[in-house]
Nanobody, 126 residues
């Protein structure tokens, strides 16, 4: 069974940091581009960051640029999202997703993604 499992979500104070993990089971992540998305209460799910198969190409939403870093360790079948300088507006359920790719490009649109995790809650509040 192909699964993505996110972890690392928590309650954190403004200005704090968290690292989210997205672990794959049942398939090898190295053949997949990965995206992180989030859905805040009452809002549609939106893209946060995306990374190519090798990790050589990445992209960030303007709202997180300079604060979040996406990375991957294909030997561990895991993708990470390091989140620094967190703000209350970063509060959301964070999802990772995977799409099979045969090139070195990232994919930041939600539609092509084949596999989704169940999400992990990030709450930024004092």
């Amino acid at each position: 069974q192909l699964r993505l499992v996110e972890s690392g979500g928590a309650l954190v104070q403004p200005g704090g940091s968290l690292r989210l993990s997205c672990a794959a089971s049942g398939f090898t992540l190295q053949y997949y581009a990965i995206g992180w998305f989030r859905q805040a209460p009452g809002k549609e799910r939106a893209g946060v960051s995306c990374i190519s198969r090798s990790g050589g190409s990445t992209k960030y939403a303007d709202s997180v640029k300079g604060r979040f870093t996406i990375s991957r360790d294909n030997t561990k079948n895991t993708v990470y999202l390091q989140m620094n300088s967190l703000k209350p507006e970063d509060t959301a359920v964070y999802y990772c997703a995977a799409v099979l790719r045969f090139d070195s490009k990232y994919v930041c649109d939600q539609d092509p993604y084949d596999y989704w995790g169940q999400g992990t809650q990030v709450t930024v509040s004092s």
